[in-house]
């Protein structure tokens, strides 16, 4: 089995480009989830923060079964998935990441969530804005996006991916980067492979951030190539 876990401001759904193309190359056991508060997931009575939405996933996967499962997370998702891979190891049988800031402060977190304005967005990016308003039916774009920044907030006073945790994660985890993403520098997944027992990178040409940009055929076999690693 293969989970998907979604990036901060998105949901399920925004794997949806990148499905098709996995079953493509073979992964067609492939399942995504809502975090608490984004998509249709309800909010819980608690503040949006990562740990939690380690949680959500360790729940849905208590609730699918019980076998170990490879994890694929973009950009937040990723963090997630490594939380996972440290805290619940015998659910965890790999983890690819695409886009994952893994070096949190309060300067970077403070850097991060000066795009998470959403009256600004509203103003600016009105496309945008309804984007999210189509994505987030339980809870609110808004408040997902006022969430996520303190998320964000937290996690750059306490970051939660300390070399100390990454050292303790003992499966295959594969960092992956586009070339031109600025949000992530390659010298951050360089000293992340340096902390793991067994990592590895991959950089994508001509490749943003965003997800949806990303080049899906490349990154879904580049998937299923190292699950298949993983298996052999």
């Not at 609730?63 to 950009?75: I, K, L």
């Not at 309060?106 to 009105?126: F, G, H, N, Y």
């Amino acid at each position: 089995m293969l989970l998907l876990l979604h990036g901060a401001l998105g949901d399920r759904t925004t794997f949806a480009p990148l499905q098709p193309a996995l079953a493509a190359h073979g992964l067609t056991d492939v399942h995504a989830l809502d975090f608490e508060g984004h998509g249709a997931c309800a909010e819980a009575d608690r503040p949006f923060r990562l740990e939690h939405f380690a949680e959500n996933a360790a729940d849905w996967l208590e609730a699918h079964g019980s076998e170990p499962v490879d994890v694929f997370g973009y950009s937040m998702g990723g963090y997630v998935g490594l939380l996972l891979a440290a805290h619940q190891p015998g659910r965890i049988r790999s983890v690819f990441t695409l886009g994952t800031k893994l070096v949190w402060s309060p300067a970077v977190a403070a850097d991060a969530i000066r795009q998470l304005d959403p009256v600004r967005v509203s103003e600016k990016v009105p496309a945008f804005a309804a984007t999210l308003a189509a994505r987030h039916t339980a809870t609110g774009w808004e408040q997902v996006m006022r969430g996520t920044a303190d998320a964000l907030v937290a996690l750059g006073a306490a970051p939660l991916l300390t070399p100390e945790v990454m050292a303790r994660i003992a499966c295959p985890v594969r960092l992956a980067l586009g070339d031109r993403d600025t949000t992530v520098a390659l010298g951050e997944l360089r000293d992340a492979i340096g902390q793991l027992a067994r990592g590895s990178a991959e950089v994508f040409p001509d490749t943003p951030h965003p997800l949806e940009r990303a080049p899906m055929d490349r990154l879904a076999r580049s998937i299923a190539e190292f699950r298949g690693a993983v298996s052999s």
